[in-house]
């Protein structure tokens, strides 16, 4: 199973290929939920940090999360507000995040 990753946060452009580019684990934990979890990331090169939404794929297929994070996508994308979050990618992994 692999994972949907929504890396976020305010931030200069950048292009972000993989997980690999971000150091995260278990103490990093931010929160969960039915679908996800978040992680606070740091980025490898830039040292900048993130928010690293997590989604599981099984579920993610399963219960058609893929509908609601299609939505969420747009959202973020498209609203600019201090209290919002900004998205600044998404891309999908075969691999687990956390092996």
Known sequence: AGNVALPTAPLRKQNFA??????????????????????????????????LKV???DKYDEFAVHVYAMRERHVL?????????????????EEPALA
């Open 55 to 57: 989604l599981d794929s």
């Open 18 to 51: 993989s997980l690999e580019d971000f150091d995260f684990d278990e103490t990093t934990l931010l929160g969960s939920g039915a679908f996800a979890v978040v992680y606070r990331a740091t980025h490898r090169t830039t040292g900048q940090q993130f928010a």
């Open 77 to 93: 994308r498209v609203v600019q507000h201090p209290y919002i979050i900004k998205l600044v990618a998404c891309f999908r992994t």
